[in-house]
């Protein structure tokens, strides 16, 4: 295990970034997200960012390929680009979790999303454990331990005027290597941190939720959604996407953007019809989505738990509490 | 609980005893003290579930449009800002004044439930107001059927121009870019629309494809987004504020609105929307002697 | 698992960019489209298996492949949207991009040795194709072809020579036509599949019915053929739904927690019973 002053931070993160990409979380014109690290950025260490990090992995607009149309004849060719190396630092355990799931996503079932990928294998993870959860967090409700992410590269937590890191991979430990200039060895075990306040009954949830599906239960939930994507685009396990043309002319560029099974068009038929035309079947899409159908396919996770959708739905439509509310239900 | 909460309650309760309305459409404690969520409430013995406190600050006006075909009278709580809501729904010929049974509530304005999250529960009181109601001009129900205790007076509160005179001093160039720094923010989820009693269309233009826009999220197409909803409503903007609490992003969406309702009072005389549900419209008539300088 | 017959390059989302070489008008608002590539068949699907097809610079929209030659894919289209409208209007010639094959097929081994009752309506009759060609082509591994077919009126029926002439001079089959309403030269059956079907009566002893259509027909014809003792196992229908990505990847094609691009697009009846009834 290795510890770094916080008054070394600054020093730490700017060495690294002279080695390799790094993106911190940072506030910037009033809203948190992960950004390229310079001197000057406004770190945001104390809570987690609104924007979440798989941004970094799959971007809210992603180009796919470029096209060459000429009369009859057309080209395509790809734009996926693998990147350099980078490091995405300060990761919370919770969205660390979420990145397990994409990669179920993207990367199983018989096919390989190249531009998920070359991001995934580039990007090494330093995950900062939370010492004491937001009061929106409930992540631990799900097996995540605020304190630690199995999946980062490195763990690292704050202990009073410094921060332990522990390498958890072979990328992490290069990266620990490269960097022991700026860190000292410490021995001991990473400090633990405090459980969430926020609760709820995860034990069974999958097998409570499957004969649910025609409870009027729904009808109720819905009422007061209005329908807007804050929930899903602030998601981290949400990675639904739309594919899109923009042309120019006799070329232009395929691309991909979020998109959100709160909004009527995403599951509109070409002839008219639509299998979810109410806001009581996108409702139930969403919160089975997560709580039934992902640990279906997946045997995995749907929601981490990072509370993003509680402290930013317009009408406080909180999972946990519908959660609560299914329980409730025969 | 507070007297008016017991008093909303009860009325409620005879409405729907009494069976006057099928639904009652109110607020309800959240999942922290400063959340107050809407409820709808069906059932007499459910009105305990009811409550009025400094944190009701989602307009209910909007939620009304999923019950305009729905048989009976839906009852609803209506804060200054909620009124003005359902009167922008009446004059765009959204939903039928005959169906619905307004609840009046005077408001003393509501609580910044952010910054109350950030103070705890124990200092919560030191919370500012909502910025919306730091520049609210009507506090009280402009429509009603019903009101509960006595009218508030509209004190201590911010000029409603007050933060777009900075904006106007700016060149063009500043402008261009603090409004690109804002919209480049912008994830595009639409909760400003959503929430908006003005954007009450049956199709909206950026729900049709990529006719009118791209979903590719960026500086352009954010910025046409902000500014093509911000003159759909113009003229019809209640400024209830809701945009901008709903964002996500913290885009200071009210200074769009503000400066194009300005732009109107100096055009075509004072004009507040969702006042008079029947009066003109100041976009929506011509008069010989309109300011016409561009001509 | 993937279903890609090794076709697909290491980047599922990029298209091959073919040809149109043949047009065949269908009906007034159904073309058939012969594509091809310039290395030949631009994949080789399963019957039942789909493929994405686009105009690059318009749009990209999932298709059954409704036959295929030893160098090309048929994909038959109906005009209902953007993409479907400037396909419409393009010819021979026409560059195309392709990319595929998606989906599970049809269950070739539930119909091996079984006779096989067809049932299609207007353009549902595009993914049936498929798999009576492959049973035509392998006659000896199926029993009794049956073949009912149903469209609005007797110049919205498609594949006309194959109704007509070909796949009647096949060994051990019948085909049966029905539309909704005659013209002065119609001297065929007029009535719904599903009436004309129990009319027909065909016996669910050691037989799979497939089913394609649109939704009230497929509706009314389980009906039926629940009427005339089909159990849910023998039935075997295809869906649709909305998809942008074909791969399982973008999420909107869910039904519950299968995806019509990938656990689909073809369902038996028993299964669907044990889905969510959202599509």
Redesign the interface.
């Known amino acids: 295990m290795k510890s770094l002053s916080k008054a070394n931070l600054s020093q730490f993160l700017e060495t690294m970034n002279s080695k390799v990409r790094v993106y911190v979380p940072v506030e910037q014109d009033g809203v948190s997200r992960f950004a390229p690290w310079s001197q000057d950025c406004q770190l945001v260490l104390d809570r987690n960012t609104i924007n979440p990090p798989k941004r970094l992995f799959f971007p809210q607009t992603e180009e796919l390929y470029e096209y060459q149309v000429d009369k009859q004849d057309a080209s395509v060719k790809s734009l996926a680009v693998k990147p350099e190396p980078f490091v995405v630092f300060g990761m919370r355990p919770c969205d660390v979790q979420s990145l397990k799931l994409l990669d179920d996503v993207f990367l199983t079932k018989g096919y390989e999303d190249i531009y998920y990928k070359q991001k995934r294998e580039q990007g090494i993870v330093i995950s900062l454990g939370c010492p004491e959860p937001e009061e929106t967090c409930f992540c631990d409700s799900w097996g995540v331990n605020p304190a630690r992410a199995p999946l980062a590269d490195i763990m690292m937590i704050e202990s009073e005027d410094k921060y332990l890191l522990e390498a958890q991979t072979e990328a992490g430990e290069k990266l620990l290597a490269d960097l022991s200039g700026q860190l000292t060895d410490q021995s001991g075990e990473l400090p633990e941190g405090k459980p969430c306040s926020l609760k709820v009954k995860n034990e069974g949830l999958m097998e409570h939720l499957q004969p649910k599906f025609e409870d009027p239960v729904w009808a109720e939930i819905c009422r007061k959604c209005i329908n807007c994507g804050t929930c899903t685009y602030l998601c981290p396990t949400c990675y639904c996407f739309d594919i899109l043309n923009r042309t120019r002319g006799k070329q232009g560029v395929k691309y991909r953007c979020y998109d959100s099974c709160m909004y009527p068009e995403y599951t509109l038929m070409a002839g008219g019809h639509n299998p979810r035309p109410t806001k009581k079947e996108r409702v139930r899409q969403r919160f089975l989505h997560k709580l039934q159908y992902i640990p279906e396919r997946y045997q995995e996770l749907g929601c981490v738990g990072c509370g993003r959708c509680i402290k930013k739905c317009p009408v406080n439509l909180d999972i946990t509490r519908v959660i609560n509310q299914l329980w409730e239900v025969e | 609980m507070n007297a008016q909460t017991a008093k909303i309650r009860e009325i409620a309760k005879e409405l729907l005893e009494k069976q006057e309305v099928q639904m009652v459409i109110g607020w309800e404690k959240g999942t922290f003290f400063y959340n107050s969520t809407p409820v709808f409430i069906t059932k007499p013995e459910d009105v305990e579930r009811l409550i009025w406190d400094e944190y009701c600050a989602v307009n209910l006006a909007k939620l009304l449009m999923d019950y305009r075909h729905v048989e009976g009278k839906v009852a609803l709580f209506v804060k200054g800002c909620d009124a003005r809501g359902i009167n922008r729904l009446i004059q765009d010929k959204v939903i039928d004044r005959g169906k619905t049974y307004l609840i009046g509530l005077p408001c003393p304005g509501m609580k910044d439930a952010g910054k109350a999250a950030e103070l705890g529960k124990d200092k919560a009181g030191e919370a500012p107001l909502e910025a919306k109601c730091l520049r609210c001009t009507h506090p009280n129900p402009v429509v009603y059927d019903v009101l509960v205790g006595e009218e508030v007076p509209v004190t201590g509160k911010e000029d409603r121009f007050a933060r777009i005179a900075d904006l106007e001093k700016m060149s063009p160039d500043e402008k261009f870019e603090y409004w690109s720094k804002q919209y480049d923010k912008c994830i595009r989820c639409y909760a400003c629309r959503n929430v908006c009693p003005a954007c009450n269309c049956r199709e909206c233009v950026f729900d049709q494809g990529q006719t009118w826009l791209e979903r590719a999220v960026e500086r352009g197409g954010n910025q046409f987004y902000g500014l093509v909803r911000a003159f759909h409503v113009a003229g019809r903007c209640i400024e209830c504020g809701e945009c901008e609490r709903a964002c996500p992003m913290d885009i200071p969406i009210m200074d769009l609105h503000h400066k194009i309702a300005k732009d109107i009072n100096e055009l075509f005389g004072d004009y507040e929307a969702g006042l008079d549900p029947e009066g003109p419209l100041p976009l929506g008539m011509y008069k010989t002697e309109d300011p016409e300088e561009f001509m | 698992?993937?279903?890609?017959n090794g076709s697909h390059n290491?980047?599922?989302?990029?298209?091959v960019?073919g040809?149109i070489i043949k047009i065949v008008e269908e009906t007034p608002d159904v073309k058939t489209f012969h594509v091809t590539s310039e290395n030949g068949k631009p994949f080789t699907p399963m019957p039942g298996q789909l493929g994405m097809v686009s105009?690059?610079?318009?749009?990209?929209?999932m298709f059954s492949v409704t036959t295929q030659g030893p160098e090309h894919l048929e994909f038959a289209i109906k005009r209902?949207?953007?993409?479907?409208d400037v396909l419409h209007e393009a010819?021979v010639?026409?560059?195309i991009?392709v990319r595929g094959p998606y989906g599970n097929g049809f269950p070739i081994d539930l119909f091996k040795g079984k006779d096989v009752l067809f049932i299609g309506g207007g353009i549902g009759l595009a993914p049936v194709r498929s798999m009576i060609n492959y049973c035509i082509e392998n006659r000896d591994d199926f029993g009794k072809l049956t073949i009912i077919y149903g469209a609005r009126s007797p110049e919205d029926l498609c594949f006309k020579d194959d109704l007509f002439e070909n796949w009647p001079k096949v060994r051990d089959t019948e085909v049966h036509v029905t539309v909704d309403k005659g013209d002065d030269n119609w001297k065929g059956n007029v009535g719904f599949v599903p009436a004309f079907l129990e009319q027909i009566n065909p016996s669910p002893e050691n037989t799979i019915a497939l089913t394609c259509g649109p939704?009230i027909m497929i509706k009314f014809v389980l009906q039926s053929l629940a009427k005339m003792n089909f159990q849910p196992e023998q039935i075997v229908t295809t869906l649709?739904?909305?998809m942008?990505?074909g791969?399982?990847?973008?999420?909107?094609c869910?039904?519950?927690?299968k995806f019509v691009c990938?656990d689909g697009p073809v369902f038996t009846l028993a299964e669907l019973n044990q889905m969510?009834?959202?599509?």
């Open positions: 698992m993937c279903n890609c290491d980047n599922p989302l990029l298209p960019v040809k105009i690059v610079d318009v749009g990209e929209a209902v949207g953007t993409l479907t010819e010639g026409q560059s991009g939704p649709e739904m909305r942008k990505c791969i399982g990847k973008c999420g909107r869910n039904i519950g927690s990938l969510p009834n959202e599509y």
